[in-house]
């Protein structure tokens, strides 16, 4: 087995979300993504509940869970190359390889073996296709 510094980032971070608790993997989507897209995610009304179930307060459903999940590894393989706010503006907005339609939106209304891996391919090619004379956009 490679130690974690050889090891591609996509791994890494899909080992961290399959062994974060589901009330840790909230929080953590909660700093990438904030509150509101989190709880549009959910879906939930109040981001008060995104709250709860980052404190522990309150546990989300399963679907809900594989949903936050999915979007938590495509959050932070991104945020591995982008600030937040480029990662926030990515989920929210429309997306050309996704037929222009919003990766938050899919990962919350659609069919998840379906959606999580067209988003995720979308934040892989996304990743790989930004223009270098770009690279401001990028993570200091």
Do not use: C, N
């Given at each position: 087995?490679?130690?974690?510094?050889?090891?591609?980032?996509?791994?890494?971070?899909?080992?961290?979300?399959v062994q974060l608790s589901d009330a840790q993997?909230?929080?953590e989507l909660r700093e990438l993504l904030?509150?509101?897209?989190?709880?549009?995610i959910g879906p939930v009304k109040e981001t008060r509940a995104v709250r709860q179930w980052a404190d522990g307060d309150r546990k989300p459903s399963a679907a809900t869970m594989a949903r936050l999940r999915s979007a938590y590894l495509v959050a932070a393989i991104l945020h591995e190359?982008?600030?937040?706010s480029v990662v926030q503006?990515?989920?929210?907005g429309l997306n050309p390889e996704l037929d222009d339609s919003i990766p938050a939106v899919l990962l919350r209304d659609g069919?998840?073996?379906q959606t999580g891996p067209a988003v995720l391919a979308a934040a892989r090619a996304f990743?790989?296709?930004?223009?270098p004379s770009e690279d401001t956009i990028r993570k200091a």
């Open positions: 087995m490679t130690s974690t510094e050889d090891e591609p980032a996509d791994r890494r971070v899909h080992r961290k979300s993997l909230v929080y904030g509150f509101q897209l989190v709880a549009d190359h982008y600030s937040s503006t990515w989920f929210s069919p998840l073996e990743i790989a296709a930004v223009d």
